[in-house]
Nanobody, 113 residues
Framework: QVHLVKSGGGLVQAGGSLKLSCAAS????????MGWYRQVPGKQRELVAY???????DYADSVKGRFTVSRDNAENTVYLQMNSLKPEDTAVYYC???????WGQGTQVTVSS
């Protein structure tokens, strides 16, 4: 059974930082890409960043230069470091076994102005 357990998130002021983590189990983590998505009410879930098994990364234009996705294969964990946060980054964030319908539980990130 696949599990994606997230931690992190919360409330931060604009310009601040947060780090999300997502611990995976139930599949061969090191062989698979992982993604981070976010969703605000009334909008579709959007891809924020992903990292391949070979550690190639890509980001949404809105977060490039501010967010960094990384992975620790020894810990089966993927991270999202979010710096210089903006109010428009406020959303529920999800980790995803990329390309599948396996999702972690959502975590609220709220950035106050």
């Amino acid at each position: 059974q696949v599990h994606l357990v997230k931690s992190g998130g919360g409330l931060v002021q604009a310009g601040g930082s947060l780090k999300l983590s997502c611990a995976a189990s139930g599949f061969i983590f090191s062989n698979n890409a992982m993604g981070w998505y976010r969703q605000v009410p009334g909008k579709q879930r959007e891809l924020v960043a992903y990292i391949t098994s070979g550690r190639r990364t890509d980001y949404a234009d809105s977060v490039k230069g501010r967010f960094t996705v990384s992975r620790d294969n020894a810990e089966n964990t993927v991270y999202l470091q979010m710096n210089s946060l903006k109010p428009e980054d406020t959303a529920v964030y999800y980790c995803n076994w990329y390309g599948t319908n396996w999702w972690g539980q959502g975590t609220q990130v709220t950035v106050s102005s």
